[in-house]
């Protein structure tokens, strides 16, 4: 797992001179098409649950349509062992780049989180098949006590090998 810091503790006092600000990246190789694990998010992310059911319970559409910028997601999933929920904003789709970003607007991340948003990038691996899924996570945490979303991170490289794993029996 490739799981690193973009920018280490004293990289990101330098930034907005806080330390409550970060960013998380990692990348995860798969073997499905970038084109269809980013459907799977931006298309049919009330699929995802299907797909990894142990910790993604579900995702409904609450505003807008699924894939469209400004629509809004509720989601039901499992992190660290506790029953969480996020609603979020989809803030960008880009589909020429198996893109999207959503923006966390309620729930359990923004009792440690001032701002939390997760960016997934798809791209097809240089040589021979499968996909790079890159997950970035930009955040302002409330105060120094909480805890970079490290975990989280692990969570999202979890569910992309089980949304791999999905789509390869799918086909």
Known sequence: MATKMAGAAMNLAKRESSSLCGKLETDVEIKASAGKFHHMFAGRPHHVSKATPGKIQGCELHEG???????????????????????????????????????VIEGDLLKEYKSFVITIQVTPK????????HWH?????????????????DF?????KEIDEHLLNEE
């Open 65 to 103: 349509d699924w894939g469209k910028v400004g629509s809004i997601v509720f989601w039901n999933y499992v992190h660290d062992g506790e029953a969480k929920v996020a609603k979020e904003r989809i803030e960008a789709v880009e589909p020429e780049k198996n893109l999207i970003t959503f923006r």
């Open 126 to 133: 240089r040589e021979g098949p499968g996909s790079v899924v």
């Open 137 to 153: 996570v930009e955040y302002e945490k409330i105060d120094d006590k909480v805890a970079h979303p490290e975990t989280f991170l």
């Open 156 to 160: 999202c490289v979890e569910v992309s």
